[in-house]
């Protein structure tokens, strides 16, 4: 899959700018909303949290990163990741994606 759209609800999903391989966007999480398990095979998401806190966890490696606001975590490709605010909590971050073609692959929980 190449997109993420409609694939999971967010209140507020803006596309800043985008270029062949970068893109940065600007994504707002309510309460109860997250940015389902998925990796991307090319490219490395750096996530910057613009208001928190925000967690995004990890697999291989298996990691809990929470960040405030300021704070920033990059994850590599074929990293499977989750992004949610902290205990269910609404969120705000940029998200810088990229170099590398964007692609979006679900994983099973």
Same mark, same amino acid.
């Given at each position: ?10 209140? =507020? ?30 490219? =490395? ?18 990691? =809990? ?19 949610s605010?902290e ?23």
């Amino acid at each position: 899959m190449t997109r993420d759209e409609g694939i999971y609800p967010a209140d =507020t999903r803006v596309t800043l700018a985008e270029a062949p391989g970068l893109r940065v966007r600007l994504l707002a999480l309510d309460a109860g909303q997250c940015v389902p398990w998925h990796y991307h095979t090319r490219i =490395t998401d750096t996530f910057f949290c613009m208001q928190g806190p925000m967690q995004i966890l990890t697999r291989n490696p298996d990691a =809990t990163h929470v960040l405030q606001p300021g704070e920033t975590l990059a994850v590599p490709p074929d990293t499977p990741h989750y992004v949610s605010g902290e205990d269910g909590g609404p969120c705000r971050f940029m998200i810088v994606q990229g170099v590398g073609e964007y692609d979006y692959v679900p994983v099973e929980e």
